[in-house]
């Protein structure tokens, strides 16, 4: 039985499954619970509610209203290592039995035949490029399919991905695997950062999680410093500000032209195209302290601070200019999410806030009842949105064409739905019973009728 300087929680996905429970003590941050949490799904990132409150990792355990229950709701967003908006023209699921089934765009990695033996079983990760996809399996080992020339084909790297691969990750056109000891191995197109070699020696050991634009790479290495390559003018060079990345950063984030890293002492430094976020110099006095996490469109930046605060830069259009909405951001936001040319901000009471091209989601005052309370997640795709509510429901608005408009599965989208997926121009939502429904653009995924007897049941995760 708990002390009175213990407390006992249940950490509890909205599917109803239980993450992890136990007793911590009272006088911890929320952090201890975040860290349990990440146990079960390393890699993704997460938010925690009580309610409709939102728990911080630096929230007092002591500080929560135990009259609220001892049940705290796990909210998954996307995987770290998908801050962008996909630009995948298929989707690939994992089912809980470690198979993956693919539709979509057949020759951008919706059809996986030629490697379908490899795929029945034992599965963990996927991620995209453009028009490929590469799959962990439980052995350390890569499986890709899709077009060659954007990272289908790793037949020149095989013997390095046959064991020990723990993360990769995809820029437009090539891959990045970071293996267990810290050395990392690309493939792909070259100009897209498929190759490294200029940087080798760097990537030998020490990397511990890898991040990219549409163009480029940037690795983080244990002690702190971070590595570039790709295309130069698009990130993959970061000479001008490499004094500032020498030691200390803690995350990175790409727009499609440009990084943004967070240092430990909350300051943010950032390089690549100056339009597309890289020169931050008009709002750096804002970044010098404070910032927690940072999401990039296409062609812009947003940045949360500590207090809960929104700071935006690059292309006005872009999302790069939030002045029509700055009295919504100034406290009380806990997650931003971008399409190609606009954000949308999710706030502690649940309200969400959208700013940007008014076409790719920026304008959501079409459902704007339907976004003042109980919003939990939100995804996005080129040019549109889709948030997850408390109920389970979804709402999306932009390009109606491009899943703006799910009128046509709403019935399936009422209840139930516990997380959101999107490429290009399409969505994927798995339901608490694990199927699966999708919607918009048909070739990109929008229509999955094709293999919908396989997503009935069992989905875990969608790519």
């Known amino acids: 039985m708990a002390s009175s300087s213990e407390i006992s929680f249940q950490l509890v996905e909205l599917s109803g499954h239980v993450v992890a429970q136990g007793t911590w003590s009272a006088d911890l941050l929320a952090d201890c619970l975040y860290q349990c949490v990440h146990l079960a799904k390393p890699g993704h990132r997460c938010r925690l509610l009580q309610g409709l409150l939102e728990i911080t990792p630096i929230t007092p355990l002591a500080a929560l209203d135990l009259s609220l229950g001892t049940c705290i709701q796990v909210v998954w967003l996307s995987s770290s290592t998908a801050d962008r908006h996909s630009q995948s023209q298929a989707f690939a699921a994992i089912k809980e039995d470690g198979s993956v089934v693919t539709w979509g765009e057949a020759k951008g990695g919706g059809n996986s035949s030629a490697v379908a033996p490899l795929l029945t079983e034992g599965v963990v990760q996927v991620c995209g490029s453009r028009m490929a996809f590469a799959a962990i399996k439980a052995d350390g080992s890569v499986v890709t399919w ?52 200029a940087v080798a020696p760097l990537l030998k050991e020490g990397v511990v999680h890898v991040c990219a634009s549409h163009f480029s790479f940037a690795a983080i290495k244990a002690d702190g410093s971070v590595v570039t390559w790709g295309d130069a003018g ?127 989601g920026g304008d959501s005052s079409a459902v704007a009842p339907l976004l003042k309370e109980g919003v939990v997640q939100v995804c996005g795709s080129r040019m549109t949105f889709a948030a997850i509510k408390a109920d389970g429901s979804v709402v999306t608005w932009g390009d109606a064409g491009g899943g703006g408009n799910s009128s046509a599965d709403a019935p399936l989208l ?44 069992g989905i875990v995760q969608v790519c």
């Not at 020149?156 to 993360?167: D, F, H, N, R, S």
């Not at 990045?176 to 950062?193: F, L, N, P, R, Y």
């Not at 404070?290 to 296409?298: I, L």
């Not at 969505?427 to 929008?446: E, M, P, R």
């Open 146 to 197: 899709g077009d060659a020339g954007c990272g289908g084909n790793s037949s020149a790297v095989a013997p390095l991905l046959k064991e020990g691969v723990v993360q990769v990750c995809g820029s437009s056109m090539a891959f990045a695997a970071i293996k267990a000891d810290g050395s990392v191995v690309t493939w792909g197109d070259a100009g897209c950062g498929g190759n490294s070699s």
């Open 414 to 457: 009422k209840e139930g739905v516990v997380q959101v997926y999107a490429n290009i121009q399409a969505f994927a939502a798995i339901k608490a019973d694990g199927s699966v429904v999708t919607w918009g653009v048909a070739g990109c995924g929008g229509d999955s009728s094709a293999v919908a007897p396989l997503l009935i049941e």
């Open 234 to 360: 698009c990130g993959g060079n970061s000479s001008a500000v490499a004094p500032l990345l020498k030691e200390g950063v803690v995350q990175v984030c790409g727009s499609s032209t440009a990084f943004a890293a967070i240092k430990a002492d909350g300051s943010l430094v950032t390089w690549g195209h100056a339009g597309c976020g890289g020169n931050s110099s008009a709002v750096a006095p804002l970044l010098t302290e404070g910032v927690a996490q940072v999401c990039g469109s296409s062609m812009a930046f947003a940045a949360i601070k500590a207090d809960g605060s929104v700071v935006t830069w690059g292309s006005a259009g872009g999302g790069g200019n939030s002045s029509a909405v700055a009295p919504l951001l100034a406290k009380g936001v806990v997650q931003v999410c971008a399409s190609r040319k606009a954000f949308a901000a999710i706030k502690a009471d649940g309200s969400l806030v959208t700013w940007g091209e008014a076409g790719c």
